[in-house]
């Protein structure tokens, strides 16, 4: 397959956050950045547009970035979400399946190949393995939804040979650049794209006592979830303010 105009949809995950970059928009680089060097790699007169935001749940996903995108006349689309809203205390994920079911039906009849994800199995992390089941829920409706509209699906939920420390940043949610390479060799390998790209090493992880693990929780635990929680407590988001990365189809630099 070949892309002229591909545009990414989402939230922190195609952000690309955790896949720390000071030297790019928002100070992240992120799977989609390096899915789409490897499309411009053969083609200069490839575009690349990044609308997704942090934090941002699906509902605020399909009502801020789904006319852009279609603006933007995309012949490749991939959209993910779904995480913030399973992460809620309440959420009611049919209605959530309905809307993206009409989202990704309106991405597929313009006539760009739509990518989707299902959402990473929660139970190998276990700062959030609670919401395992109607994460798995959410996971069959991105199945059938990408069934009706003729969508490939990147399965995360399958990825099961991952380690938490391995993959993740420091604050346990999000993929550090060893997980944002493998998402986007994932991505390519769907498309059935060819590619030179290779898994990272990952870093060490020290073998820590109980002791030095209890301290790190807690650590943790004052660095990212106390902030977490106070941000939906207060109705706050930590993608408030921020704007998307790259907002108009444009070559990679």
Sequence with gaps: MTFQRYVALGDSFTEGIGDHDPSRPNGCRGWADRFAEVLAASDPAFGYANLAIRGRKLPEI????????LALRPDLV?????GNDVLRPKVDIDALAASYDEAVGRLAASGAKVVMFTIADPGLN????????RTAIFNEWVREIAD???A??????????????????????HLNAVGHQAIAIAVLDALG???PLEELEP???????????????????RTHLVPWVHRR?????????????????????
């Design 62 to 69: 399909i009502a801020e970035q789904l006319e852009p995108a």
């Design 78 to 82: 991939t959209i993910h979400g779904g």
């Design 126 to 133: 276990p700062v959030i393995k609670m919401i395992r089941g």
């Design 148 to 150: 009706r509209h003729g």
């Design 152 to 173: 490939t699906v990147v399965d995360m939920w399958r990825m099961r040979g991952w380690k938490v420390s391995e993959v993740m940043d420091d604050d346990r949610l």
């Design 193 to 195: 794209i060819e590619h």
């Design 203 to 221: 870093a060490a992880t020290p073998v820590l006592t109980r002791r030095e693990q209890r301290h790190a929780d807690l650590s943790w635990a």
């Design 233 to 253: 407590v207060t109705g706050r988001s930590s993608g408030d303010g921020v704007e998307p990365k790259r907002p108009t189809l444009s070559p990679i630099g």
